[in-house]
């Protein structure tokens, strides 16, 4: 697994360069067939399909070239490949959330000795996926509440869910772990 990881990444960063678009497009299919092979969920879109609509139309509308009211199909292309990059970037987080468990790294961290570490790797992991369910939760139950222009008028109240329910995870988690005496003192 790390070398198919080091792999990813080198194609990941070879996409980035500016070198030719053929490449670039190459080394991120690549990506997605390596992927594939080691993990089909990892390959769904997070926050769901509706979420991406709006980057694809965003990067759609600056391939127009307004001063002549005409497309422009290599900076399409250029754009094209931007949104490509986000999606790989999201790929990499859900293989990262799928693959990597929670005991692995706890083994890893006992094994190297790094025992105050572990602690905070532990507690960041153990958050980012209690908060990923409650995110998408609360996205969830906002979209069906707040529809057209209630959607943008209300996101004060979206962004204060978000920062009240993840404060209070981490305030859970610290009592929890606290209890159960896995909160190391130094």
Do not use: Q, T
């Amino acid at each position: 697994m790390r070398f198919i990881s080091f792999g990813l990444l080198f194609l990941f960063l070879l996409s980035s360069l500016n070198l030719n678009l053929y490449v670039s497009f190459l080394s991120l299919f690549l990506i997605i067939i390596i992927v594939f092979s080691v993990s089909r969920k990892s390959l769904r879109f997070s926050g769901g399909l509706r979420f991406w609509i709006f980057p694809f139309i965003f990067f759609f509308i600056l391939s127009f070239d307004f001063s002549i009211l005409r497309f422009d199909r290599l900076s399409f292309l250029k754009n094209f490949k931007m949104f490509f990059h986000l999606y790989i970037f999201n790929v990499f987080v859900n293989l990262i959330n799928d693959l990597i468990r929670l005991k692995d790294i706890y083994m890893f961290f006992e094994k190297k000795g790094f025992r105050f570490m572990k602690f905070y790797i532990l507690f960041s992991f153990s958050i980012m996926k209690k908060m990923k369910v409650e995110i998408s939760e609360i996205f969830f139950f906002y979209r069906l509440n707040n529809k057209g222009f209630n959607f943008i008028k209300n996101i004060h109240m979206l962004v204060y869910s978000c920062i009240r329910n993840a404060l209070n995870i981490c305030y859970f988690m610290v009592e929890v772990m606290y209890l159960r005496g896995l909160y190391e003192n130094r």
